[in-house]
């Protein structure tokens, strides 16, 4: 079992981002999770790295130089000795799914992502739709931003578990 405190979060999101983006950005500016200890990997220009820097956070650089699939893959490998000793990695975006799952260096280390669009979203193409679902096989966990994502998520086939943190806030009970 890995005992290390040490999570790696990884967002392949270059400049400032959209909502996804701001959304973690929030979070590492109120991170109070003493049990855990993030990493943040990020493209060095984003506006995510340099929040992180800002709020004190260990970073690391995510070193693809373009957000492809290509390209981030030959990232996360070069990365995947930096987080070997990690006792866990987390994928942002949709677009992180396959660099989690490429940056796992044993068994026990736990690997899970957050989804925050429809996992059959247009303006992803019909390669990254396969790469996503094939990709989210192989994690222990996804985590959707609603139960409608979630339940697209069943409905296209995923094999996963899934939970859901209604973008961030509580369920309402009305």
């Known amino acids: 079992m890995n005992h290390s405190r040490k999570i790696a979060l990884l967002s392949v999101t270059e400049g400032r981002g959209h909502g996804a983006e701001v959304v973690l950005m929030e ?5 109070n999770v003493p049990e855990w200890e993030p990493v ?19 970073t690391l650089v995510f070193p693809s130089g373009r957000d492809a699939i290509v390209p981030n893959l030959r990232a996360a490998w070069q990365l995947r000795r930096q987080v070997s000793g990690m006792a866990g990695i987390h994928g942002w975006t949709a677009r992180t799914l396959e660099c989690v799952v490429a940056m796992r260096s044993s068994a026990q ?3 899970w992502a957050t ?3 429809h996992p059959r979203a247009e303006f992803h193409g019909s390669l990254r739709r396969w790469v996503i679902k094939n990709a989210a096989s192989r994690l222990q966990a996804l985590v959707t931003v609603s139960q409608a994502v979630a339940g697209e998520c069943q409905s ?19």
């Open 27 to 31: 979070m590492l500016r109120g991170w």
């Open 40 to 58: 943040i990997i990020a493209p060095a220009g984003s506006e995510v790295y340099a929040v992180a820097e800002e709020c004190g956070l260990e």
């Open 109 to 111: 280390q736990r690997i």
């Open 115 to 117: 989804l925050h669009d």
């Open 156 to 174: 296209a086939g995923f094999k996963v578990p899934t939970h859901v943190i209604h973008n961030g806030l509580n369920q309402p009970d009305w």
